[in-house]
């Protein structure tokens, strides 16, 4: 399994509302939140953004998104991350609608911009006992 980041960056705190969503990273499966009325989201809260429901199930999306926009981070907010960069932070907008903020791995930062609408995939990182980090790829 290939370690995406070298830093010793702080790694997420599941709470109550987040927990199924990292308890999904475990396995290697990305989660995401569908209300009753069939509203697919990310990132996890307590009722749907769309309908305001909170009859909330988890379902398992694809993995597979496109790149909608990104930013290349040549200097890092501390010192925890000065070894990864730089690194592209990501918008993925996944198969399934929502839009999600993540690392783009496995391509060139000063090559990003060719890569904007094109297919990528989730990899996974694990970051600690029972919790990896969704990233994602060029396919
Ligand atoms: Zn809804």
Redesign the pocket.
Known sequence: MPKYRKGTGPIPRPTPVTQPFWDGTREHRLMLQ??????V?YYART???????NELDWVEASGRGRLYSYTVVRRPQSEAFAEDCPYVVAAITLDEGPRMTSLLVECDPDGVQELIDRPVEVVWDDVAEGLAMPYFRPV
Not at 47 to 53: A, E, G, Q
């Open positions: 569908k209300c009753g009325n069939g509203h989201f009722h749907c953004p769309v309908c305001l429901s």
